[in-house]
């Protein structure tokens, strides 16, 4: 089976107000090039952990990737290449671009090195809810990048940011009439979430118009042909995210760069994560480490070898976010039927309730659980006593 691959690029143009990922100001940190240096050498260490022989999505995320050189990010995918991990001939290959970060040349350097998927953080088409995002871009430059997609007919998705402080419904509305424009093939949109105290939480609409904005956004987005495939993504039939769909079916993933996040089912019981520091100099010191053995390069507190419970909770919480739902199949594959004897009886419970539903695959969460879907997983959060044979 192929193998999923994310690469991080810490770098942005800015700190976006309501961000919490690891990334920095690119002026900020060490140049873009030595940091890629260490990346290719992470990529030489650690590609012995790994059994497959292809890649069958690969994601440049950050950070804006975008904004470094790119021909940075083919030393990436040629030094995966070298190392045994070529691009399958029907990988998914996206970069993450802000809008103003991507030209023509830009543009076709990616292509002759197999990106085949872009995915532009949009956030939003007015101007001064950009600013209050603490965005960079303007809506003008949005339009200039999606001009540019289009024109090559690129498979490309969009972000919306939606609830933002200041936002009507009629807003958002002027928002959607745009995507109408280009009716992108997948499209992501995202409630605004930041901390209880946050400066963006103040101005923001109230709870029941937050979800009649989701309402109007799936509804909208239904009309343009593109189907709810998970809680936040959107897609036209075949443009679904692969690279995303790993993550959600409990396939191997392995994450390249800066506090990136790696899992393989294989290795324990139940599979085990295990992670890069989000400290500079120690990933840089870790990834020049030498050793054959797993623990010699990833130490100990950097691992996690999932219990029962632990990889309980995690199968159903991310098979139930997308539209294909938990397959009966893969659950009785990777759990014995006395854990699932102990998980029925909360299915049952919220089928009664109405936020799951059944079939002859397996179960599905109803557009009322897709709407809470925080209490259906509150319900499938397991401890270890409640598996304990």
Same mark, same amino acid.
């Given at each position: 089976?192929? @193998?999923?691959?994310?690469?991080?690029?810490?770098?942005? @143009?800015?700190?976006?107000?309501?961000?919490?990922?690891?990334?920095?100001?690119?002026?900020?940190?060490?140049?873009?090039?030595?940091?890629?240096?260490?990346?290719?050498?992470?990529?030489?260490?650690?590609?012995?952990?790994?059994?497959?022989?292809?890649?069958?999505?690969?994601?440049?995320?950050?950070?804006?990737?975008?904004?470094?050189?790119?021909?940075?990010?083919?030393?990436?995918?040629?030094? @995966?290449?070298?190392?045994?991990?070529?691009?399958?001939?029907?990988?998914?290959?996206?970069?993450?671009?802000?809008?103003?970060?991507?030209?023509?040349?830009?543009?076709?350097?990616?292509?002759?090195?197999?990106?085949?998927?872009?995915?532009?953080?949009?956030?939003?088409?007015?101007?001064?809810?950009?600013?209050?995002?603490?965005?960079?871009?303007?809506?003008?430059?949005?339009?200039?990048?999606?001009?540019?997609?289009?024109?090559?007919?690129?498979?490309?998705?969009?972000?919306?940011?939606?609830?933002?402080?200041?936002?009507?419904?009629?807003?958002?509305?002027?928002?959607?009439?745009?995507?109408?424009?280009?009716?992108?093939?997948?499209?992501?949109?995202?409630?605004?979430?930041?901390?209880?105290?946050?400066?963006?939480?103040?101005?923001?609409?109230?709870?029941?118009?937050?979800?009649?904005?989701?309402?109007?956004?799936?509804?909208?987005?239904?009309?343009?042909?593109?189907?709810?495939?998970?809680?936040?993504?959107?897609?036209?039939?075949?443009?679904?995210?692969?690279?995303?769909?790993?993550?959600?079916?409990?396939?191997?993933?392995?994450?390249?760069?800066?506090?990136?996040?790696?899992?393989?089912?294989?290795?324990?019981?139940?599979?085990?994560?295990?992670?890069?520091?989000?400290?500079?100099?120690?990933?840089?010191?870790?990834?020049?480490?030498?050793?054959?053995?797993?623990?010699?390069?990833?130490?100990?507190?950097?691992?996690?070898?999932?219990?029962?419970?632990?990889?309980?909770?995690?199968?159903?919480?991310?098979?139930?976010?997308?539209?294909?739902?938990?397959?009966?199949?893969?659950?009785?594959?990777?759990?014995?039927?006395?854990?699932?004897?102990? @998980?029925?009886?909360?299915?049952?419970?919220?089928?009664?309730?109405?936020?799951?539903?059944?079939?002859?695959?397996?179960?599905?969460?109803?557009?009322?659980?897709?709407?809470?879907?925080?209490?259906?997983?509150?319900?499938?959060?397991?401890?270890?006593?409640?598996?304990?044979?």
């Amino acid at each position: 089976m192929a @193998l999923a691959v994310y690469v991080h690029i810490p770098y942005c @143009l800015q700190r976006c107000r309501y961000c919490d990922f690891t990334t920095f100001e690119w002026t900020e940190i060490l140049p873009p090039e030595r940091y890629v240096q260490w990346v290719l050498q992470e990529i030489r260490q650690r590609r012995k952990f790994w059994s497959q022989s292809k890649i069958g999505s690969l994601y440049f995320g950050g950070g804006t990737p975008s904004l470094i050189s790119s021909d940075l990010i083919v030393m990436i995918v040629r030094e @995966l290449a070298n190392n045994g991990l070529p691009l399958a001939d029907d990988a998914e290959a996206t970069i993450e671009i802000n809008p103003a970060t991507m030209d023509e040349n830009k543009l076709q350097a990616y292509l002759a090195a197999g990106i085949n998927r872009f995915s532009v953080g949009a956030q939003t088409f007015n101007d001064s809810l950009l600013k209050k995002c603490g965005r960079k871009h303007n809506s003008q430059d949005t339009h200039e990048t999606l001009r540019l997609l289009h024109k090559h007919n690129l498979n490309y998705s969009f972000d919306l940011l939606f609830a933002l402080p200041g936002q009507s419904l009629e807003d958002l509305r002027k928002d959607l009439e745009i995507v109408s424009e280009y009716s992108p093939p997948h499209l992501s949109a995202y409630c605004l979430t930041v901390p209880e105290g946050h400066p963006m939480n103040r101005g923001r609409a109230p709870e029941a118009e937050q979800v009649a904005m989701f309402d109007e956004i799936e509804s909208h987005l239904r009309r343009l042909g593109l189907v709810k495939y998970e809680i936040s993504n959107f897609a036209k039939p075949g443009f679904e995210s692969r690279h995303n769909i790993a993550y959600w079916t409990d396939k191997d993933y392995w994450g390249i760069g800066l506090s990136s996040h790696s899992y393989q089912r294989s290795w324990g019981n139940f599979g085990t994560r295990f992670w890069n520091p989000k400290s500079l100099a120690e990933y840089e010191k870790q990834v020049f480490r030498s050793g054959e053995k797993f623990a010699d390069v990833i130490v100990e507190n950097q691992r996690e070898s999932l219990n029962v419970h632990e990889a309980l909770t995690d199968f159903t919480h991310t098979h139930l976010r997308t539209g294909f739902g938990m397959p009966k199949d893969a659950l009785h594959e990777k759990f014995p039927e006395t854990i699932i004897r102990r @998980l029925q009886p909360r299915l049952d419970r919220l089928e009664s309730q109405g936020l799951v539903t059944k079939n002859d695959r397996g179960w599905r969460l109803t557009s009322q659980g897709q709407m809470v879907s925080n209490k259906v997983f509150e319900e499938l959060c397991f401890l270890p006593e409640d598996v304990a044979l």
